[in-house]
């Protein structure tokens, strides 16, 4: 021991420590470890070293890590070390980084919720289990519920699934998945659909118990056990469904962020639907019951759909409408109830207003009155012995009287519906065996405990005392199955706690007993609690600082409970004179109902409350007592004893599955792991304690094999010996010393913990020293290699260098010599141009400069003239510019002093005006003024007198002086005119002087910008032609790029339209495949509902003891195809049985008739719209027919002419016939003497026979001519019936049209209209007599002229006849080609058109007439051939029998034998004739008893379908279209019938597969279709069929034999089914490559007994066996190759999914197997021949997956590299691969998260479908490629082993 301790704890070595956060943390040993260390030197993973004190009494070191090998594996049992660290790390890793949910423990299985919706629960999912060992198989839910169903199929023996956990680990939905698996994987024994009414009770039950919590948002509040019936078979018949502890408390409160139930929320939601108008619900918010939690609603969640849902389920369960409205009314009330106010009256009485509306319509829901409820509400009844009182209720007793009371109802209510649940889940079908589903709540502990948690952890403390026995039991059973020596394992036994709760003076029976008691209260039951139990159990602690808790030791933890509410809760009870009045309902009878029981016995068949909810037993009561009384009085705590303890027996009675399910965090986080709560959960949920069970004493487990596998080698070649057992034996002696540590079993090594990480050690070491080594001597190899290989090419290098240096020294010395003399020749000519060109320049220079000089002297001049001119003007214009300026400022300046004066002057006088000196003056002169004034006036007069004389004189004189002004002011003005236009020209000359002045400056700027310009023009010129001149270049380069580009580009059109074209085409492809496979997938649902009709049939006929009835038949001149005939016969037996067992049908399930209308309704819209199709088909059908007809009324007088052409030729042949006969009979009376060749010798036999044909040949002559007559004569009267009815059409119309007529004026008006109708149908009908009249003259001339002709034919024919035989022919054929011209001729001058028509019509008949008449011409010759004979024969026999020399036998045998010779034997035409009552015998012989390994093999391929068609022919032969359906229809049932006998025998259903296309390829190659006669011989093409047309036969054949193939595929696949996983994956095809890994518990389970290990040469040895089979049968080549095709998809898609669903398989050497089975199989194709059949390419999805496992998974470029290469894998798989790969070595690492993580962002942008496993079940769509045989008919003999002498060859 310490030699392995020493050896364990060394540098370097991993262990676990305690840690506060992550509860264990991961460090490194620095130093080895002593035995007298007192502590540990660790490195922690972030590089901090720490001391690790040890204890220094038990020296208990750190736990030990396991090697990363084991890390992450499905078993925590297969872990080396098992301890708390390791078990929580494996999870952890599992959990988070392989994002795996699902662990195994042992038996145990641990769920881990990831929060988030994952796509492991699909139907795919469950077929890949199904069927599979529990160990074989990633964990999951699935392998949990087949192993149960396995275990009760084979060990009859009732099951059970015990799903436990926290509120929010996922219990419920755990429960649901194993009850769908259930519900898929076994079916239904009926029709009724028993596992959706079990999957539909899911709903409910959440819609009724579940609810928002704080840990969980569909938190179930209560447990259910669920027990699923099967029958013998194994099939679904009903469930049952338990119910224990209903949390009636959250009825009437919630805490913060929690819920009510669901379906309040659900009802509120959908309040505005119509049907729920009288229920006067709104949102949830205005409902005290609805709102307390202040969390109305559930992200994501829909309560309205969700209440869809839950109606729908009722009424799936047969709850109908009624009943769901009634159920909705009562919760509605309970609702209503809850917002009911009870206000105070006084301190000791309550009361309710008057008129509440709340409880108005609570009262009108449940049908009471309101004073009744009110007035119970806040009053109670107290009844003594003598008396009854009625007592006020105080405000808050009332109002827990109103909450109590909806508990009730709701309880009702819930156990109302399980009840009817488990009603519509109940069956007649007895029950054989169960699986039980136990959905229970777990280990339960929060801040305040109370009677729920109590009752929870009580029955926790029960399921893990059965948990730890079977554990323990299981422990046992393997030890002493390996005849190990058994000792006692110490496990933890909570029986003590058990009794602590439940024995006699428990504490359940103390709360009974202060329940019972007037006075009993809280205080007093803790108190006797105390008394009790404090200091006679360990367990029972009371806290120190409370007197009202007590605290338990469970096997989990301690709990502290709080003694308030344990008595009422214990109670529950509930105001009796309320429920009364809820009885007295009158109006609402389901409340009734719900509380009809309540002085029933409820308990233990009724529902057991817990906290208020009643539980379902299914057991029946005890009779002999009486339970009205007692049994009501039990109390709640009792009641929930009885149901656990019934329980507990149900459970030990059944073989129990465990899922534990873990809670990674309290925040709902996805995939988020919380270590703290998560070991919470492990101790709690007993996977500790398994481990612990198991560590005790031998948890790991080898078999002899695996170890010898895993550890070969630490062995060495001496200590292998044959036996194994021993070997292992010898080995393990040596490696561990201390023999406790491992036992030897019968079959296994048991070792003890931490041994396995020891071995794995040492292993690990040999292989690291191994490697060490080989690393060693392969480094060396290649460094001496690489010396070699450098110091060869240095050498080399240095040879070449110096030949290279020495030539380039010579090269560089010629060079030199050349450049020389070259740069001499070069400077002369550069010089030499250099002075050229400057002489050049020099020369230019002076020649543009003297011209630009003399150019400057002459603008000079020019400008020095202009100037002169220029200043002239300017000049003379400046100085009047001063004058003018003079003059205006003189005369301004006189103004400007003038009026200066006159203002000063102004002034003056104002200033005197203004002085009163002034005034005063004026005042005192004022009268003396005025008298002046008066004689100024007068004298003024006197003067103005005077004045006007003067003024008469002046105006005499102004007006002479006028007439002079004006004429001089005239002159001024013209003066002044000139003088303005002498200004005006000034002006403008100034203008045009400044215009100059501008334009001279612009023009200098002009100058200066041209120069500028063309000094600039140069210079961009210059630069512009360097830029063309680059631009050029440019431009060629990009010319030759764009040629480039464009060739490049139309080569990438090319590629592209070849590409597109190939997309389409394989699109095409891909449609036309999808099409087939839909048509094939709806054959294969078509039999499948055949096979169910046919079973259903043979029941009903079995149970009813009556025949079962006959086919119905068609009548035999109606031709159909079988698939008509074939359905009638099935609907008429369907509906025969249908009438015999109507009486058994009544009493079906419901759903079946349900089922069936739905599908009869299915059938008739079917059948409905086939006939719509008809009709359509009619429709298109007569108008065709219209067109034809019109054709035909062209064609007719032609077809008449050819009628009696034909007429009179068969009339002449058989003139001819008859005058050949006569001859033959006259010759042979004339030379028939009395010899051999009298009648009755066998010449004459000949001879006659040969005439006897040609008078039979005459008879069908004869028909035809009838024939043809009758059809004239029919054509006639179809025309003629034909114009009577378009005659009579119309009118009838219109006699239908009055009758619809109703008032005087339309019927006036349809009179009038009926008379014009009347006139217009009589021209109408006249036209048409006039048409008809001319038409039957035309006729009777044509038939005039046939009478003529036929009279001069027969003329012709008897001159022809006196004519000899070869001048007949010619004669006949002269005298048809002159008829034929002259017919032409009239044609064309008829009609060319129709001429022409005509033309080719006869040119045809040309070229019949001929070849009749060259076959005529050589059956003649034969004739006349075989007539000469016999007269030659008749004449040697007459001369023979004269002589006398032999005798009349010899005469007789002389001439048979040379008659015979031209015959030789019988002309066989390949048909078989049979009698019509040996068509039976036919089939039995041929189908139905042929055995393909008996008589079959030593046919020829394909016998049956050849000898079936020979029949058939002769049918077509004789024109039996009776005897044709019949065969076909009895074959195809035939073939049917032992498919279904015999489907399961390969070589059966291949036989016929090949038959059947054989026949199918026959109806083809001999049906007349030019497209199938291709590659027939002559000779085939003469058995063509001649009178049926089957090519709907055909049709209903290829449908036939696609259901051969189907079977056959199915056929296969359950043969190399087995084989697959064992030979592709688990099989070591190459040895040594994959080691075996430490395996759990779970890696050999008891399910399924070992039947040896399948290779890979068991699955190519298989499929040789199908290929020789196929090929021996004579199975077409082309269909071999789908068969093929479709074995190795299913084989490919088989392993594919396993390796998805089996971490064990993800490795690199796995992947080296798989990639090696594959290339055999791809040797088995090529040794076949069918490499091109599209095997190779199904295998592609395995191919990668393979190479995904061996290629390097680290950097960003293996992930490109990755996501390139899997093309054919979708990411679901790709990652599911990675997540898998488990390193099977040390040498090997896992997969990052973070490469996963970029290889899902890489491939984020495909667009495919989520799906997770290929799809198994898919068949390729089959075709048949017509193959037409090359075997002659004629030449098939029949065996006699076929006993088909009834046949006879033909």
């Known amino acids: 021991m310490n030699r392995e301790l020493e050896y364990m704890f060394v ?19 620095a130093k080895d470890y002593k035995n007298d260390d007192a502590s540990l030197q660790l490195m922690l993973e972030d590089g901090t070293t720490i001391d690790h004190k040890l204890d220094p009494k038990t020296k208990n070191l750190p736990y030990l890590r396991n090697p990363d090998i084991l890390v992450g594996e499905n078993d925590l049992t297969a872990l080396s070390y098992l301890h708390e660290p390791a078990v929580l790390h494996n999870l952890k890793v599992r959990f988070i980084d392989s994002k795996l949910i699902y662990t195994y423990c042992g038996i145990v299985l641990v769920a881990i919720n990831p929060y988030e919706t994952l796509p492991i629960y699909g139907t795919d999912i469950i077929n890949a289990y199904s069927g599979q060992n529990m160990g074989d198989m990633d964990p999951h839910i699935f392998a949990v519920a087949e192993e149960a169903y396995k275990q009760m199929a084979r060990d009859e023996r009732n099951q059970s699934i015990i799903v436990s956990g926290e509120s929010g680990a996922g219990k419920t939905v755990s429960a649901k998945y194993a009850m769908r698996y259930f519900a898929t994987v076994s079916g239904s024994a009926s029709e009724a659909n028993v596992e959706e009414k079990v999957l539909a009770s899911n709903p409910i039950m959440e819609a009724i118990g579940n609810a928002k919590t704080t840990r969980n948002d569909n938190s179930s509040r209560f447990g259910k056990y669920i027990e699923i019936g099967f029958d013998n078979r194994y099939r679904i018949i009903g469930a049952n469904m338990r119910t224990y502890l209903l949390e009636k408390s959250r009825v009437v409160f919630q805490a913060d962020e929690e819920r009510n139930y669901h379906i309040f929320y659900q009802l509120c939601a959908s309040a505005n639907q119509p049907e729920f108008k009288n229920l006067r619900l709104s949102t949830a918010n205005d409902f005290l019951y609805t709102r307390q939690g202040r969390s109305p609603v559930i992200e994501g969640i829909d309560d309205a759909k969700e209440l869809r849902t839950t109606r729908h389920a009722f009424t799936l369960l047969g709850i109908n409408e009624s009943y769901q409205i009634g159920l909705f009314q009562v919760l509605a009330a309970i609702l209503h109830l809850g917002n009911v106010e009870i206000k105070d009256r006084d301190s000791d009485s309550s009361l309710i207003a008057p008129n509440n509306r709340h409880l108005t319509a609570f ?38 009287a109103r909450d109590a009371l909806s508990k009730h109802i709701y309880a009702k209510l819930f156990s109302w519906i399980v009840e009817h649940v488990n009603k519509a889940l109940v069956t007649n079908v007895k029950q054989h065996s169960f699986i039980g589903v136990l959905d229970i709540y777990g280990f339960e502990t929060f801040e305040i405990n109370s009677f729920e948690q109590f009752c929870i952890n009580y029955a926790n403390e029960k399921l893990q005392q059965q948990f730890n026995m079977h554990v323990f039991k299981l422990e046992q059973e393997e030890y002493m199955k390996e005849q190990i020596p058994w000792t006692l394992i110490d496990f933890y036994d909570n029986q003590p706690c058990i009794n602590l709760i439940e024995a006699k003076m428990g504490i359940l029976d103390l709360l009974d007993e202060e329940c019972k008691m007037p006075k009993g209260s809280d205080d007093s039951w803790a108190q006797k609690l105390y008394n009790t139990h404090l200091k006679t159990c360990s367990l029972f602690e009371k806290p120190r600082m409370s007197n009202r808790a007590f605290i338990i030791q469970h096997f989990a933890d301690k709990v502290e409970y709080q003694c308030e509410g344990f008595l009422e809760k214990n109670k529950d009870t509930v105001n009796e004179e309320q429920i009364h009045v809820l009885k007295a309902s009158k109006k609402f009878d389901l409340l009734v109902e719900l509380f009809q029981d309540e002085e029933k016995a409820t308990t233990p068949t009724g529902q057991v409350p817990g906290t208020g909810g009643r539980t379902r037993l299914s057991i029946k009561p005890d009779k002999g007592r009486d339970t009205s009384s007692k049994e009501h009085k039990k109390t709640v705590g009792c009641q929930f004893r009885n149901s656990l303890q019934m329980l507990m027996e149900t459970l030990n009675a059944t073989t129990p599955h465990y899922v534990r399910c873990i809670k990674p965090n309290d925040f709902k986080l996805a995939f988020s792991f919380d270590p703290k709560r998560a070991v919470q959960q492990l101790r709690a949920c007993g996977v500790l304690e398994t481990i612990r069970i198991s560590a005790a004493g031998f948890p790991s487990r080898w078999t002899y094999q695996e170890f010898f596998s895993r550890y070969r080698v630490l062995m060495k070649q001496k200590d292998v010996l044959p036996d194994r057992k021993l070997t292992c034996k010898n080995v393990l002696e040596k490696l561990v010393q201390d023999q406790d540590k491992y036992q030897f079993g019968k079959t296994k090594i048991f070792f003890r913990a931490g041994q396995v990480a020891y071995l794995e050690k040492l292993r690990a070491d040999k292989l690291r020293a191994a490697c060490i080594r080989i690393q060693k001597t392969i480094r060396c190899w290649l460094a001496r290699k690489k010396y070699l290989r450098q110091r060869s090419a240095a050498i080399t290098i240095q040879r070449f260098t110096r030949g290279y240096q020495a030539r380039c020294l010579a090269k560089f010395m010629r060079r ?29 220079m002076q020649t543009i400069l003297r011209a630009y000089m003399a150019r400057q002297k002459y603008q000079a001049l020019l400008r020095e003239h202009k100037a002169v001119i220029i200043q002239k003007h300017v000049r003379g214009w400046l100085a009047r510019c001063w004058y003018k300026r003079c003059l205006e400022a003189i005369v301004y300046l006189q103004c400007c002093i003038r009026r200066m004066r006159a203002k000063r002057e102004l002034k003056k006088l104002k200033i005197e005006a203004r002085s009163v000196e002034h005034f005063k003056k004026l005042n005192k002169g004022m009268e003396n003024k005025i008298m002046q004034l008066q004689r100024k006036i007068d004298e003024q007069n006197k003067d103005n007198r005077v004045i006007s004389e003067r003024l008469v004189s002046l105006e005499s004189s102004y007006a002479s002086e006028s007439e002079r002004m004006r004429g001089e002011l005239g002159r001024l003005r013209g003066v002044e005119e000139d003088a303005k236009n002498k200004t005006n020209q000034v002006s403008s000359l100034l203008e045009e002087l400044e215009k100059l002045r501008k334009e001279l400056s612009v023009t200098q700027q002009e100058k200066k910008t041209i120069e500028d310009w063309a000094q600039k023009y140069r210079d961009e010129m210059e630069k512009m032609v360097s830029e063309l001149k680059d631009q050029n270049g440019l431009l060629k380069k990009e010319k030759d790029d764009l040629n480039r580009m464009i060739q490049e580009q139309s080569q990438q059109m090319t590629e592209k339209m070849t590409r597109a074209i190939a997309q389409e085409t394989q699109q095409l492809e891909t449609d036309l495949n999808e099409e087939r496979s839909r048509y094939q997938n709806l054959l294969t649902e078509h039999l499948r509902l055949e096979e169910k009709y046919d079973d259903l049939k043979e029941e009903l006929a079995h149970s009813t003891n009556v025949s079962k009835p006959g086919h119905r038949r068609t009548d035999s001149t109606h031709s159909s195809n079988e698939s008509e005939y074939t359905y009638n016969s099935e609907y008429a037996e369907l509906e025969d049985g249908s009438r015999v067992g109507e009486d058994v049908t009544r009493g079906m399930d419901t759903s079946l008739t349900l089922k069936l209308q739905k599908r009869v309704t299915e059938l ?26 019109a054709q035909f009324r062209k064609a007719r007088g032609a077809e008449l002419e050819y009628e009696s052409l034909k007429r009179q030729e068969l009339e002449s042949e058989n003139k001819k016939l008859r005058h050949d006969l006569a001859e033959m009979r006259q010759s042979l009376l004339g030379g028939a003497a009395a010899g051999a060749g009298a009648p009755g010798s066998p010449a004459y036999k000949v001879l006659l026979d040969q005439l006897n044909a040609s008078c039979e040949e005459l008879e069908v002559r004869k028909e035809e001519v009838l024939i043809l007559r009758s059809q004239l004569v029919s054509q006639k009267e179809a025309v003629h019936h034909k114009d009577e009815k378009e005659t009579m059409t119309e009118p009838s119309v219109f006699a239908q049209d009055v009758n619809k007529l109703k008032d005087a004026d339309e019927l006036k008006q349809a009179y009038v209209g009926l008379k014009d109708t009347n006139r217009l149908l009589e021209q109408q009908l006249q036209a048409q007599r006039r048409t008809y009249d001319s038409e039957v003259e035309s006729l009777r001339g044509e038939l005039q002229n046939v009478k003529e002709e036929n009279n001069r034919q027969q003329q012709l024919l008897a001159q022809n006849l006196q004519l000899p035989p070869e001048a007949r022919i010619e004669a006949s054929l002269q005298h048809e080609i002159t008829r034929l011209t002259n017919e032409n001729l009239e044609l064309m001058a008829d009609d060319p058109t129709a001429s022409r028509e005509a033309r080719v019509i006869i040119l045809r008949r040309m070229v019949d007439l001929m070849e009749q008449l060259e076959k005529q011409d050589r059956t003649i010759r034969k004739l006349k051939k075989q007539l000469k004979v016999y007269s030659k024969r008749i004449g040697e026999m007459g001369a023979g029998h004269t002589e006398g020399q032999t005798s009349p036998g010899q005469m007789v045998e002389e001439p048979i034998h040379p008659v015979n010779i031209p015959r030789r034997e019988k002309d066989f035409q390949g048909m078989l004739e049979y009698k019509k009552e040996d068509e ?52 195809i049932n035939s073939i049917k019938k032992i498919l279904k006998k015999r489907g399961d025998d390969f070589e059966t259903v291949s036989f016929w597969l090949a038959n059947t296309c054989r026949f199918l390829h026959c109806l083809k190659q001999y049906s007349g279709d030019e497209a199938f006669m291709k590659h027939n011989t002559s000779r085939q093409n003469e058995h ?39 030979g592709m994956l688990e099989h070591e095809t190459i040895q040594g490559v994959s080691g075996v890994k430490p395996t759990g518990l779970r890696k050999r389970t008891s399910s399924i007994a070992d039947e040896g290990t399948y290779t890979l040469d068991s699955i190519l040895r298989q499929l040789s066996a199908f290929h020789s089979t196929m090929c021996q049968h004579g199975t077409d080549p082309e269909l071999i190759k789908q068969v093929v095709k479709q074995l190795f998809y299913i084989i490919g898609a088989v392993t594919l999914n396993n390796l998805l669903l089996r971490k064990d398989m993800c490795s690199w050497s796995k992947g080296m197997q798989i990639r090696y089975n594959v290339s055999q199989l791809e040797e088995w194709l090529r040794d076949k021949g069918l490499m091109n059949c599209g095997a190779k390419e199904t295998l592609e999805p395995l191919i990668q ?13 293996d992930a490109e590299a990755i996501c390139s290469m899997c093309h054919a894998l979708t990411t679901a798989q790709i990652v599911k691969v990675l997540n898998l790969y488990t390193p099977v070595n040390e040498f090997e690492e896992r997969v990052s998260v973070a490469f996963i993580r970029t290889i899902q962002t890489r491939l984020r942008d495909r667009c495919e479908s989520p799906q997770l496993l290929m799809d198994t079940k898919m068949i390729y769509p089959v075709t048949f490629p017509f193959s037409p045989s090359s075997l002659a008919l004629e030449t098939i003999q029949i065996p006699t082993s076929l006993n088909l002498s009834f046949l006879t060859r033909v």
Not at 366 to 392: F, N
Not at 831 to 840: D, S
Not at 1589 to 1605: H, T
């Open 1584 to 1622: 063509c069929l001649s009178n049926f047309d089957l090519a709907e036969y055909r049709q209903v054949i290829s449908d036939l034999a696609i259901q051969i193939y189907q079977q056959l595929v199915k056929c296969m696949e359950n043969i190399l089914q087995p084989m697959i996983v064992s």
């Open 363 to 400: 009262c009108e829901l449940v049908g009471v009155t309101y004073q009744d409820m009110s007035q119970w509400l806040c009053h109670r009844k107290l009844k003594t012995a003598t008396e009854t009182y009625i007592k006020p209720l105080p405000r808050l007793q009332a109002t827990n």
């Open 1164 to 1189: 008739e819209q079917e059948k409905q719209s086939l006939r719509n199709e008809l009709e359509n088909r009619e429709e298109q059908f007569q108008r065709a027919r219209a067109r034809d007809d």
């Open 1480 to 1531: 039976m015998k036919l089939v039995k012989n041929l189908i139905l008893e042929l055995k393909p390994r008996g008589v079959a093999v030593n046919l020829i391929p394909g016998l049956p379908a050849y000898i079936l068609f020979m029949c058939l022919r002769h049918a077509d032969y004789v024109n039996d279209d009776q005897k044709v359906r019949t065969l076909l229809t009895s074959t």
């Open 11 to 29: 540098q370097s070595a991993r262990v676990w420590i305690p840690d506060a956060e992550e509860v264990w943390k991961s460090a490194e040993l």
């Open 1745 to 1757: 997956a393979a190479q995904l496992l061996q290629v390097k998974k680290k950097t960003d470029e």
């Open 816 to 844: 030199t010599q050349a450049a020389t003399i070259i740069q001499k020749y070069q400077r002369m000519c550069v010089e030499r141009k250099r002075f050229r060109q400057k002489q050049a320049a020099a020369l230019a």
